[in-house]
């Protein structure tokens, strides 16, 4: 499986977010989505969902326009605002299943064998908006689980936990069979996941700034990259 992004500008009230993005991920490979925070790493995100519409470029699946059934092979893991907070636990769930299978013919036999997070709570009565931070972060961990998707991209999937919290979703990601899995990790927190990179995207000033290889440090390529884009253009 190969999801394609080329050419891809963006655009916000006037104001270029990405300009000429052109990337490639392919199945078997944990990639590192890298860049400041606001550099735009969660725009395209959004474009590739098709949440936002882009004013150039094209997304292909395979080499074919990416369309409305291939969306049930991916899974985006958000930020925990995107989260909606006044339904349970379960029905939460239960809708990202409806959604993405067609029928909840084995619904509640797969979050049986999946929920390992939430063996002591009532999932039916508990609402999302009553968990911590990185309880809401297992929420949409066991959402991932359980619709076991072909691409799935990680947006900061750690930030604001504590040590505990983060050390779990970090082995939990590690877990994951990618044999048939595109992984994509979008962090500004280098060092967290450095280990686990295949290969690594900078973004930065609207535009992919590397694609390639983790070999070496990652964080000193990343600060490289950033810092000498930076003195190239304030040249």
């Known amino acids: 499986m190969k999801l394609e992004i080329r050419n891809l500008t963006k655009s916000i009230k006037q104001k270029v977010i990405l300009e000429n993005i052109n990337l490639a991920f392919e199945t078997g490979k944990y990639y590192g989505f890298l860049g400041n925070n606001g550099a735009g790493k969660t725009t395209l995100l959004k474009c590739i969902f098709n949440e936002y519409e882009y004013q150039k470029g094209l997304i292909t699946l395979d080499g074919q326009k990416i369309a409305a059934n291939d969306f049930n092979k991916m899974y985006y893991f958000s930020d925990n605002n995107d989260l909606p907070k006044n339904i349970s636990i379960y029905e939460f769930l239960q809708t990202q299943y409806l959604f993405n299978k067609g029928n909840l013919t084995c619904f509640d036999l797969c979050l049986l064998e999946k929920n390992?997070?939430?063996?002591?709570?009532?999932?039916?009565?508990?609402?999302?908006?009553?968990?911590?931070?990185?309880?809401?972060?297992?929420?949409?961990?066991?959402?991932?689980?359980?619709?076991?998707?072909?691409?799935?991209?990680?947006?900061?999937?750690?930030?604001?936990?504590?040590?505990?919290?983060?050390?779990?979703?970090?082995?939990?990601?590690?877990?994951?069979?990618?044999?048939?899995?595109?992984?994509?990790?979008?962090?500004?927190?280098?060092?967290?996941?450095?280990?686990?990179?295949?290969?690594?995207?900078?973004?930065?000033?609207?535009?992919?700034?590397?694609?390639?290889?983790?070999?070496?440090?990652?964080?000193?390529?990343?600060?490289?990259?950033?810092?000498?884009?930076?003195?190239?253009?304030?040249?």
């Open 116 to 235: 390992d997070y939430f063996k002591n709570l009532d999932l039916k009565k508990t609402t999302i908006g009553s968990l911590s931070s990185g309880q809401q972060k297992m929420v949409s961990l066991l959402a991932c689980k359980i619709l076991d998707p072909q691409i799935i991209f990680f947006d900061e999937p750690t930030t604001n936990l504590d040590i505990s919290n983060k050390e779990l979703i970090i082995n939990e990601i590690q877990k994951i069979n990618i044999s048939n899995k595109i992984i994509v990790i979008i962090t500004h927190l280098v060092e967290e996941f450095s280990n686990l990179f295949d290969e690594i995207i900078i973004l930065n000033n609207k535009s992919i700034a590397y694609q390639g290889s983790t070999t070496g440090d990652v964080k000193a390529k990343f600060l490289e990259i950033i810092n000498h884009r930076e003195v190239v253009e304030n040249a």
